[in-house]
């Protein structure tokens, strides 16, 4: 299966669930916590930081109750580019009671314009899979270790530690 065919399906399933959850009986999600976050990004090689907002609960009757939205914008500099990132991932903590940390799984749709020193700029839509884990630091304040991976014409892999305040 090429490239493009295998991007165009991820996109394509991350867009059925995105418009699954119509707006007839969806609850209005609320700003549980915002946050910073910096890393390392591959495909391009980069140093990367910025922010994001988790809201929550989103979806309908039935969905599961700690399923959040968490937008989030990032700039990334190296490998000859200069490069912004606008994401929209669905985040769904798992529930672990026996760990000391706080597991999460995740899926959303992410945007990439990069400009490049020498060829100009690109931008790209794809899907990202992420995962992670967070520790409480304080009563208001989570500390967390993410990776992503990118399906389409977006970063490859990007490893991030962040904190938020609730």
Avoid: N
Wanted: proline share 7%; with cysteine.
């Amino acid at each position: 299966m090429s490239f493009a065919r295998t991007s165009g399906c991820a996109i394509l399933s991350a867009a059925a669930l995105l418009l699954q959850a119509g707006p007839t009986t969806a609850t209005p999600p609320t700003i549980l916590a915002y946050g910073i976050r910096a890393g390392l990004s591959r495909g391009p090689d980069q140093v990367t930081a910025g922010g994001f907002a988790r809201l929550g609960p989103v979806g309908q009757k039935g969905w599961p109750a700690k399923f959040h939205l968490r937008p989030g914008l990032d700039a990334g500099v190296g490998d000859g580019a200069f490069s912004m990132t606008a994401t929209a991932d669905f985040i769904h903590p798992v529930d672990a009671p026996s760990l000391a940390v706080l597991p999460h799984l995740g899926v959303g749709l992410t945007l990439d314009h990069s400009r490049w020193k020498d060829s100009g700029t690109r931008t790209g839509l794809g899907v990202s899979i992420l995962g992670g884990l967070g520790v409480d630091l304080a009563p208001f304040k989570r500390g967390t270790v993410e990776a992503r991976v990118g399906l389409g014409r977006i970063t490859d892999l990007r490893l991030s530690v962040g904190v938020s305040f609730s």
